[in-house]
């Protein structure tokens, strides 16, 4: 078999039987996908292997990675443009694009983000259906708990199987520069660390945790910060386990009760990658609750990510592959309106620090864990190969998202003037 041609531009080598099949015009239009694509690409390379046996360099002007992609279909194409980050993980799923690292490709999506505009974004039909299925996923009280439900108490077993003893699922925080020599669970610890000692907590102090996960951050604070904890969350899973892990003689626990409901006054407040699940309407809310439940002085630090301003636009009128398969009515903040929120409800925004590069790393130990449980046969039962496909393509998915730098992580401390 001769080697395929190599091509630049817009002139691509296509079989005889494409053309017999879908006829010029059709075949033009894929032409045209693939070159608006290319003129979007001033950062990386993509190396991809077209249907017809042609190779086509995208981009190549610019630093970054360099991807490897074979499209087996050019339906893969179609849906890309049609259906955005939805139909691109579709089409994965139908077996109509492969790479040896997915993570690249999405890598060099999110690093291309604004020249490459409403590329790999929802349109259409296709458009309104997803804002339609995101609207009746809306994080009213009610709704809110069952989208809690379906992500989180998918059980403990599963989340016990992949993730750190700590049980803790945010990004760590690693020593730098990142080492694959330091421990996940340790770097965890310093992430939680990091965010108690901006609350400056005093043994005795109340504080309040805005989603307590499985009790990681729990169990520093009482037994290191000898704090009087109020955990909320709206799974169930959650506060069984954290309830389980925090001392009996402690005055802690952990309830399931909706943010927008609680009445207590704090000395501080803790929230760590909770508020992606609030959703832009109700930011308003959160921030509120912030400010009613704190003392005059008190501390709030979240941590959080962001998506940036640059595409929040686009991004905030559509619906993307983590909304619709992942984390129903989620919502990642653009930092400019959500600190004005914060100001406008007397929260001073103090200490910012992004490390979008550790939730990286964290999300690539988190797949070799996963892919590590299902060798070994420890993820529990009632998980089908789709959803197993499912949930590695999601963690590929984030980490090529943080690595191409339009999402972020970071810690904040809000002050209640």
């Keep these: 078999m001769n080697a395929p041609d190599v091509k630049r531009g817009r002139h691509l080598t296509r079989a005889k039987g494409l053309r017999a099949l879908t006829g010029g015009l059709f075949a033009r239009g894929f032409d045209r996908i693939v070159d608006r694509?290319?003129?979007?690409?001033?950062?990386g390379t993509v190396d991809a292997v077209l249907p017809d046996g042609s190779v086509?360099?995208?981009?190549?002007?610019?630093?970054?990675?360099?991807?490897?992609?074979?499209?087996?279909?050019?339906?893969?194409?179609?849906?890309?443009?049609?259906?955005?980050?939805?139909?691109?993980?579709?089409?994965?799923?139908?077996?109509e694009w492969s790479s040896p690292d997915p993570v690249q490709i999405f890598d060099l999506f999110m690093r291309n983000r604004v020249k490459l505009g409403n590329v790999g974004r929802p349109s259409g039909l296709a458009?309104?259906?997803?804002?339609?299925?995101?609207?009746?996923?809306?994080?009213?009280?009610?709704?809110?708990?069952?989208?809690?439900?379906?992500?989180?108490?998918?059980?403990?077993?599963?989340?016990?199987?992949?993730?750190d003893r700590s049980m803790t699922y945010s990004s760590a925080l690693f020593a730098e520069p990142i080492s694959a020599d330091e421990p996940l669970e340790a770097a965890q610890a310093r992430k939680i660390e990091t965010l108690l000692a901006r609350l400056a907590l005093k043994p005795g102090d109340s504080l309040l945790e805005i989603g307590c996960g499985w009790g990681s951050l729990a169990e520093i604070a009482v037994q290191k910060h000898g704090v009087r904890y109020d955990g909320i969350t709206l799974s169930s899973e959650q506060k069984s386990y954290t309830n389980a892990r925090l001392p009996t003689n402690a005055e802690a626990s952990a309830r399931l009760t909706d943010y927008r409901d609680v009445t207590q006054i704090y000395d501080a407040i803790a929230s760590i990658e909770m508020?992606?699940?609030?959703?832009?309407?109700?930011?308003?809310?959160?921030?509120?609750?912030?400010?009613?439940?704190?003392?005059?002085?008190?501390?709030?630090?979240?941590?959080?990510?962001?998506?940036?301003?640059d595409v929040f636009e686009a991004y905030a009128k559509g619906t993307d592959f983590i909304q619709h398969y992942?984390?129903?009515?989620?919502?990642?903040?653009?930092?400019?309106?959500?600190?004005?929120?914060?100001?406008?409800?007397?929260?001073?925004?103090?200490?910012?620090?992004?490390?979008?590069?550790?939730?990286?790393?964290?999300?690539?130990?988190?797949?070799?864990?996963?892919?590590?449980?299902?060798?070994?046969?420890?993820?529990?039962?009632?998980?089908?190969e789709k959803f197993i496909s499912l949930w590695r393509y999601y963690l590929m998915y984030c980490e090529g998202g943080f690595r191409g730098g339009g999402i972020n992580v970071a810690q904040v401390t809000l002050v209640k003037g």
Excluded at 136 to 156: P, T
Excluded at 289 to 306: D, E, F, H, K, V
Excluded at 344 to 361: I, P, R
């Design 37 to 43: 694509i290319d003129s979007g690409f001033d950062f």
């Design 56 to 95: 086509r360099i995208v981009g190549g002007r610019g630093p970054g990675p360099v991807a490897h992609i074979t499209l087996h279909h050019w339906n893969a194409l179609f849906r890309l443009v049609r259906g955005g980050s939805i139909g691109w993980y579709e089409a994965w799923a139908a077996g």
């Design 127 to 163: 458009k309104l259906v997803g804002k339609v299925i995101h609207r009746l996923r809306d994080n009213s009280r009610s709704g809110a708990r069952r989208n809690i439900e379906a992500h989180y108490d998918l059980g403990n077993d599963f989340y016990e199987a992949w993730l």
């Design 275 to 309: 508020v992606e699940a609030v959703g832009q309407r109700y930011w308003p809310d959160y921030l509120a609750t912030l400010s009613r439940c704190l003392n005059p002085g008190g501390r709030a630090a979240i941590q959080y990510i962001r998506i940036e301003d």
């Design 326 to 384: 992942i984390f129903p009515g989620g919502m990642l903040l653009s930092e400019s309106r959500f600190r004005k929120i914060a100001e406008a409800n007397g929260l001073e925004w103090h200490d910012q620090h992004d490390f979008g590069l550790h939730y990286a790393e964290t999300l690539k130990r988190w797949r070799h864990s996963f892919d590590q449980a299902i060798e070994e046969g420890r993820l529990p039962g009632g998980f089908d």
